[in-house]
């Protein structure tokens, strides 16, 4: 048998140094379960504390958009480069390799279009049969669950991704949709980002995000995305107990899309999850390397932007 008497040197019993617990480098997540901090240890960058999150779930509601037309072509190239995929179930299954090992976030609400009938109200005008919009009416607000928590294991996602609609028309919904969601992840350590949507009746504000984001985050989201404002980000971040990471949104200049990123960084950001401002760029990889650059790598704008023309002539 192993360690009978005379078999070993005296014993190391470290009886002067007490245990340390150990802590954790994710804002507000120090409390959690094993697994759930192991997953989310995988989407952000232990050492620098943000990830680079690459979103390319556009599709789940408006189809094949620019840039996304064939995956395989225009995603697979990028993912050797962020932290984490988010997207949904079909491309997943469909497209990513199995063996890629790179964390997944996966979209887990959904069920409307971007074509979905502005109204259910059907009247005449000028005589002749139409369909008429409500005022403030938001078909994209309808959302329901999209994956149950067995199909979320299945496929090995660490993050599951809820959109919310705070001050919409369907604010209960989506909220009633991101707390089931938490209360079953929370089952099997999978985490859940709040993804703050922006409809017609919602503001792009930072009294807005404020809300919206510790909204969220008070009903159990482990990770919230949202919106960068140009002025009063740090008080968003500041007031969020859990990570922000900030959504690329409509494509922009190449130079505006790396301050923006900075930007967030410095003022509390956990990183990013862009999509359109590196798939729809002139030189995606450059791209994704140059945020890369200055998520993880401390550089400047300028400097980013250095990389990315510098890496784009080489191509």
């Known amino acids: 048998m192993a360690d009978l008497d005379g078999t070993q040197g005296d014993k190391e019993f470290y009886t002067d140094t007490p245990q340390e617990p150990p802590g954790f480098f994710l804002k507000g997540s120090h409390q959690y379960d094993w697994g759930l901090k192991n997953r989310l240890s995988r989407v952000f960058n232990p050492e620098t504390g943000r990830t680079i999150m690459l979103a390319f779930d556009h599709g789940y509601f408006m189809g094949p958009t620019t840039g996304l037309e064939r995956v395989d072509q225009t995603i697979l190239p990028l993912?050797?480069?962020?932290?984490?995929?988010?997207?949904?179930?079909?491309?997943?299954?469909?497209?990513?390799?199995?063996?890629?090992?790179?964390?997944?976030?996966?979209?887990?609400?959904?069920?409307?279009?971007?074509?979905?009938?502005?109204?259910?109200?059907?009247?005449?005008?000028?005589?002749?049969?139409?369909?008429?919009?409500?005022?403030?009416?938001?078909?994209?607000?309808?959302?329901?669950?999209a994956v149950d928590i067995e199909e979320a294991i299945r496929l090995n996602a660490s993050v599951l991704a809820v959109q919310v609609f705070i001050g919409g028309q369907h604010e209960r919904r989506s909220l009633q949709n991101l707390t089931r969601t938490i209360d079953a992840a929370n089952r099997y350590g999978i985490a859940v980002m709040g993804v703050v949507a922006v409809g017609r009746s919602m503001e792009r504000t930072p009294k807005y995000f404020r809300m919206a984001t510790r909204i969220m985050a008070e009903?159990?989201?482990?990770?919230?995305?949202?919106?960068?404002?140009?002025?009063?980000?740090?008080?968003?971040?500041?007031?969020?107990?859990?990570?922000?990471?900030?959504?690329?949104?409509?494509?922009?200049?190449?130079?505006?899309?790396?301050?923006?990123?900075?930007?967030?960084?410095?003022?509390?950001?956990?990183?990013?999850?862009?999509?359109?401002?590196?798939?729809?760029?002139?030189?995606?990889?450059?791209?994704?390397?140059?945020?890369?650059?200055?998520?993880?790598?401390?550089?400047?704008?300028?400097?980013?932007?250095?990389?990315?023309?510098?890496?784009?002539?080489?191509?």
């Open 79 to 145: 993912e050797p480069h962020c932290d984490c995929l988010m997207l949904t179930r079909g491309i997943q299954r469909s497209i990513i390799p199995a063996s890629t090992g790179k964390a997944i976030a996966l979209r887990a609400s959904g069920g409307t279009s971007m074509v979905s009938p502005m109204d259910e109200w059907e009247g005449e005008l000028d005589g002749k049969p139409a369909r008429l919009a409500r005022p403030g009416y938001e078909p994209l607000s309808f959302e329901d669950t």
């Open 219 to 315: 009903l159990g989201a482990h990770i919230i995305k949202c919106y960068h404002t140009e002025e009063e980000f740090e008080t968003i971040t500041s007031c969020c107990p859990v990570p922000i990471v900030i959504a690329g949104g409509k494509k922009r200049p190449e130079r505006d899309a790396l301050q923006m990123a900075y930007d967030a960084c410095r003022q509390g950001a956990s990183g990013v999850d862009m999509g359109r401002n590196i798939f729809q760029s002139a030189a995606p990889v450059p791209m994704m390397k140059a945020v890369r650059g200055v998520v993880h790598g401390g550089m400047s704008p300028d400097e980013a932007f250095d990389l990315y023309r510098s890496l784009q002539d080489e191509a």
